[in-house]
């Protein structure tokens, strides 16, 4: 005599096989406020790096030009000065500084 197979029925809260059941949010409240900080650093971040290629880019021109106009004095240092304006490309074992000074008071300089 051959059985009959007895369909059964699934509950309503039972999960299929390998399906996920639903998780509970376990993010931390905190988290829109870190990944917000996080979003403006990393902007300005890239900002910042833009400037600093851009000026390392300016620098390149004005050391070109300090060595095409200006004589070096003993020390391999060049130096302009015009319209309280200063400009000095100092020479290091590794590499030459520029600094720019704006005259701010007679005879003294501020650093930019």
Known sequence: ??????????KANQKKKGEQIPLIDVTPVYAKELIAAAEIYEDLKEARMEA??????????????????IEPDENGDRTFEHNGIKIT???????????VKRKKDPGQYEEE
């Open 1 to 10: 005599m051959a059985k009959k197979k007895v369909a059964k029925k699934k």
């Open 52 to 69: 600093l290629s851009a000026e390392i880019d300016q620098k390149k021109v004005v050391l070109d030009r300090m060595h095409e106009k």
């Open 89 to 99: 490309v100092t020479v290091t074992e590794m590499k030459e500084n520029v600094k």
